[in-house]
């Protein structure tokens, strides 16, 4: 009989073990991805043109002017603002799924990728800027691992 209740009190234990770190997990588990707190440094909100805050500044990624970009940025940008054709029609102007959750979280269908050529290498390489429905544009230089909001107007 004392057998019995060792073990019942036991499975009892590890399934309350189980349940507490799930819930930790759950909870811990939707926050961890989400973007760092709005930087409060004067460089980080610029205005863009016609005074507004410049859309993405609210996900708290640092601020870069598209001029201080690889050059190659500019042109993808000036095909974007064109509606292309892009250099690589399958794999430019389609929803970009931020998968590695380093963006703001949306709707699927919220964000497009493009490339931005990487002179001399063989594949499309590891650059790319990303447009949001709110015309928030960001820029990775490697394949997602980080990202910056671009002010197109600088």
Request: proline share 8%.
């Amino acid at each position: 009989m004392f057998n019995r209740r060792r073990i019942t009190a036991a499975l009892i234990g590890l399934l309350v073990l189980v349940l507490g770190g799930w819930l930790v997990k759950d909870n811990l588990g939707g926050s961890s991805g989400s973007p760092a707190a709005p930087s409060t440094s004067a460089g980080s909100a610029a205005p863009a043109k016609g005074g507004s805050a410049l859309p993405g500044t609210d996900s708290g990624l640092p601020v870069k002017g598209l001029s201080t970009l690889p050059p190659q940025a500019a042109d993808t940008w000036k095909l974007i603002e064109a509606g292309g054709p892009f250099p690589y029609p399958r794999n430019d102007d389609v929803v970009f799924e931020n998968r590695e959750k380093r963006l703001p979280r949306k709707q699927s269908g919220y964000y497009h990728e493009y490339t931005v050529k990487t002179p001399g290498s063989a594949d499309r390489g590891a650059r790319r800027l990303i447009s949001g429905q709110a015309h928030e544009l960001f820029y990775t230089g490697d394949h997602y691992a980080s990202f910056v909001v671009v002010d197109p107007a600088r």
